[in-house]
C-alpha cells in the first residue's frame, strides 16, 4: 500500500474541493493522474453505458465540463475530510439550486506523486 502524508492527502482533497466549486477544471484535472479512474452513481444515471466508470483525463474533462455547464449553481459543501494510507474520504454536501440537498462520500486514492488516480463516489 502506497502511503502519503495525512497532511498532503488532506491538501489534495482541499484544493479538489476548492477547484470543483471554483468550476476551475484546469485545477481539477491537474490533481490527477492521466489514467485516473473515476466511478460516480450519477455517472450510471447519466451515461449508462459507462456503467458508471469513466477512465482518464479526456473523460474526466468531458464528464465535468458538462455537469458544470448544465448546473451552473452545482457547489461542493465539506463536513468531514479523513486521511489515512493512500486515501483521503471525503463527505460533503451536494448542493444545487432547485435540487434537494445530497450528502455524499468521496474517495480519493493517490500515488506517491501526489496525484489521484482512481475517485469513488457514493451516495443513496
Do not use: C
Not at 466549486?21 to 481539477?28: E, H
Not at 492521466?34 to 469513466?54: F, N, Y
Request: zero cysteines; aromatic letters at 8%.
Amino acid at each position: 500500500m502506497e502511503t502519503n502524508a495525512p497532511a498532503d492527502l488532506l491538501d489534495v482533497a482541499t484544493r479538489w474541493l476548492l477547484a470543483f466549486n471554483a468550476k476551475d477544471l484546469g485545477a481539477l484535472l491537474a490533481l490527477y493522474e492521466d489514467d485516473a479512474v473515476h466511478v460516480s452513481p450519477k455517472l450510471r444515471e447519466r451515461q449508462p453505458e459507462t456503467r458508471g466508470e469513466i477512465r482518464g483525463k479526456e473523460q474526466l474533462r468531458a464528464w465535468w465540463a458538462d455537469a458544470m455547464s448544465r448546473l451552473p449553481g452545482l457547489r461542493y459543501e465539506p463536513e468531514h475530510l479523513t486521511a489515512m494510507g493512500d486515501r483521503v474520504f471525503m463527505e460533503y454536501v451536494r448542493k444545487n439550486p432547485g435540487d434537494e440537498d445530497l450528502l455524499v462520500a468521496e474517495v480519493l486514492i493517490v500515488s506517491d506523486s501526489g496525484k489521484i488516480r482512481a475517485s469513488r463516489v457514493y451516495h443513496g
